[in-house]
Each structure stands twice: as C-alpha cells, then as structure tokens.
C-alpha cells in the first residue's frame, strides 16, 4: 500500500514549527553561506565533510549481518548530512543576436523519482559522495532531522542515503517521519504490536487458518559490488503470511486480499507505522 496521505497531525505541526525550507525567523536555507559566528550553521564551520563516524559504523554492522535498520536510523539522528542544491533557470533574457541569456538562476533542492513513482530525497554522507554523484550540486550541511522535514516538505516519500555510492541506504516513509520528529523508530516487521491491527481487519473471515507478520521481499539491499544486505531496500517492508483453506482460486485470493488490505488502510495507525506491504498465501487444510 502506497497511496498518498495526508500529514499527520503532529508532523504538521513540526513542519510548521520548522518553517519547512525556511529557517525560524523565514530566511531561505538555500544559498546560505556555511561560515561565520551570525549563521545558524556555524555548528559545521570546522566540518571536514567526512561521514559520521556513528553512520559509518552503523551501515558497516547492518552490512556485516551484526547490526539492523533500527541502528542506522538511530545513528543518522544525530549525524550531519549534505543535501544537494542546484542552480536551475528561474528566468531568461534576450541576448545579443537572439541567443537566449541567463537573466536568474535560483537554487533548488534535488529530488529523485523512486523505480515506484514516489518521491524520494538523497542526502549524503560526506562531501566526496555527493561530488561524485553530481559534481555541479553544492552541499548545504544540515542534520538528517532537518534533512527528513524538508523530505515531508517536498512530498518525498523516501530518503535516500548515499544514492551511488557503494552502500546506498532508502529510509522509508515511517523512518523519515520518526527522524523528523526525533524519535526513535521500529521497523515495522518488527512492531508486535501489528499483529493486533492484522487480527482485527481478519476478523469473520473464515477462510483464512493462520497469520504471521515477517520482513518483506523488499527490504533488503544491494551493494555496488553486489552483496545483498538485510536492510535499506525501498520496500516491500512487511509480509503480511497467510494461511487460508485448501479449494480457494485464484479470483477468490485476490479478492481476500483486496479486503484486508482495504480495512488495514483505514487504520490510522497501522498506515502510520507501516510503508509497504506484500501479502503471501500458502494452503492449508482447515482447522
């Protein structure tokens, strides 16, 4: 489930509170300069543009097989990130023999269309990462919090850690959310608490015998060099694994799955907790 939803409340609210791609007082983040005692930035004034130790250590676990998605998220919390700005036309004039002239250039944030059709905004971890993926982009240093409100500002659904690079990392939409909010965020194939909602929206229907809630097929990862890693897929995130009744076809599967996903949608809650989902029948002999 992927449709478009309204801002929650409180991410409203923390929007708001931000001043979305402007600062508090509503001074512009693009085409700040980093420098200086007056810029709210100064905080990255002896930034070498090297990736946060925390992150680093965090995605080398999760690639080794000793660490998960939560202890990335956890890191980037706290870590500073580039964002991408780019010149883009704003306005022409009409130069000497009618050739076309740049009369205004303004800065825009770079955004990414994911292989699904959501938006997506990548951020990097150091300055070299983000020079080799655009080398005409300039880094704007900010914290990923930050970073993950102007992704919610943007309509982004994803973020998109080090696009290019040899561990490329997609925190998707309930992570971008919880970092916005600083909090902490559960991945939802690990939130017990789903399989109450799941139980609810299954509730009368007697064709199905058991349920099970697991990682889904898309959360895992590629590398550049091709090692698969069990974290920072795009999605499918949660599996939702049903056991129905032996004699069921294929039409009356389909429509068993329309209606739980149908109710799940309308849970405020479970959306909320839960970007995408993939459900799997396997038969079963009625109990």
């Known amino acids: 489930m992927t449709e478009k939803r309204d801002l929650p409340a409180h991410i409203a609210a923390a929007l708001a509170g931000a001043g979305g791609p402007a600062d508090s007082a509503g001074q512009p983040w693009s085409g700040r300069d980093l420098s200086g005692p007056g810029n709210p930035l100064h905080n ?8 946060d ?10 690639a080794a097989g000793r660490g998960g998605e939560a202890g990335v998220l956890h ?9 991408p700005i780019v010149a883009q036309l704003g306005e022409e004039a009409e130069g000497a023999h009618g050739v076309k002239a740049d ?36 880094p704007v240093a900010v914290y990923a919090a930050r970073a993950a409100l102007s992704a919610v500002a943007e309509k982004a659904d994803l973020l998109v850690v080090d696009p290019g690079a040899e561990i490329t990392f997609v925190v998707r939409r309930p992570g971008v959310w919880a970092l916005a909010q600083q909090r902490e ?23 199905i015998v058991r349920i099970a809630l697991a990682p889904g097929s898309g959360i895992a990862a590629r590398t550049a060099a091709g090692q698969v890693i069990a974290g920072g897929g795009a999605g499918p995130e949660l599996c939702l694994m049903l056991a129905v009744r032996d004699g069921l076809d294929q039409a009356q599967l389909q429509e068993l799955a329309k209606r739980l996903q149908s109710r799940l949608a309308v849970s405020k809650d479970f959306a909320e907790r839960v970007d995408s989902l993939e459900i799997r029948f396997t038969r079963s002999a009625a109990e």
């Open 53 to 62: 130790a925390g992150y680093v250590a965090a995605i080398s676990a999760l």
């Open 75 to 83: 890191s980037l919390a706290s870590a500073r990130v580039f964002v």
């Open 103 to 138: 009369k205004q250039a303004d800065m825009a944030l770079v955004t990414l269309k994911a292989p699904d059709g959501r938006r997506a905004l990548p951020v990097f971890t150091s300055s070299a990462a983000l020079e080799a993926w655009h080398a005409d982009a300039r």
């Open 185 to 207: 965020w559960t991945p939802s194939y690990e939130d017990a608490s789903l399989a109450d909602f799941v139980a609810e929206a299954a509730d009368g229907e007697t064709d």
């Open 44 to 51: 990255f004034d002896a930034d070498d543009g090297s990736a």
